[in-house]
């Protein structure tokens, strides 16, 4: 599987939305993109995947850019419910070992 | 449905005893792995299987058995416990990996400390 680099941490005001990036320099033509996040304590969740374009369901919008080299996750009104550990995965559809790396842990401020 | 349920939610081993952590799903998933996750870090893979009667393994096997005789349950077993297996693990299950369109469902973890 493809490499992913994150930032570490960020903080985003309440309200305010939130820009979470994603470097995956050396995905290949058949790896998606996965977040997931992991609210203090729980299990992972699954937030959005997508390949080639950009998609957008009841929790987030992710934008691939045209090489996608790159991602980025949008929380479009950040709350205090939204602080947790935020992972970008990239993956084969039928690869069995997804892999989560340390992610970035937002704080969304009130 | 309860989706993917673990027991025990809390344990404490002492070094070189042996258990058994529990993982059931009650939505017919073929697929169904172990992470854990030490602090500051992300999940790390343990083992996984893609069906009953079949089980490979992850990144960080070493330590650890699993079985899978029925869809439902995917027990992790730990036979001679030691203190680098302290961590919170979790179970995961989905439909199957092989569609995009699958996501993982996850279990609340179990925290274990071996002293």
């Known amino acids: 599987d493809a490499k992913t680099t994150q930032p570490t941490s960020m903080d985003c005001a309440e309200g305010r939305a939130a820009n979470l990036p994603c470097n995956h320099s050396?995905?290949?033509?058949?790896?998606?993109v996965y977040w997931y996040r992991q609210i203090h304590s729980q299990g992972p969740q699954y937030i959005i995947h997508?390949?080639?374009n950009n998609e957008t369901n009841e929790m987030a919008s992710l934008i691939i850019t045209e090489d996608r080299k790159s991602s980025t996750l949008i929380l479009p009104h950040a709350t205090l419910r939204d602080t947790a550990v935020y992972y970008c995965?990239?993956?084969?559809?039928?690869?069995?070992?997804?892999?989560f790396g340390a992610g970035t842990t937002v704080t969304v401020r009130a | 449905n309860a989706g993917v349920t673990q027991t025990p939610k809390f344990q404490v081993l002492k070094t070189g005893q042996s258990m058994t952590l529990q993982c059931a799903q009650d939505m017919n998933h073929e697929y169904m792995s172990w992470y854990r996750q030490d602090p500051g870090m992300g999940l790390r893979l343990i083992h996984y299987?893609?069906?009953?009667?079949?089980?490979d393994q992850g990144e960080v096997p070493n330590g650890y058995n699993v079985s899978r005789s029925t869809t439902e349950d995917f027990p992790l077993r730990l036979l001679s416990a030691a203190p680098s297996q302290t961590s919170v693990y979790f179970c995961?299950?989905?439909?199957?990996?092989?569609?995009?369109?699958?996501?993982?469902?996850f279990g609340s973890g179990t925290q274990l400390s071996v002293l």
């Open positions: 995965i990239v993956r084969v559809a039928d690869d069995y070992k997804l892999s």
């Open positions: 997508g390949l080639k």
């Open positions: 050396t995905i290949s033509g058949n790896e998606y």
């Open positions: 995961a299950s989905s439909y199957t990996p092989r569609q995009a369109k699958e996501k993982l469902f």
């Open positions: 299987s893609v069906g009953a009667g079949i089980t």
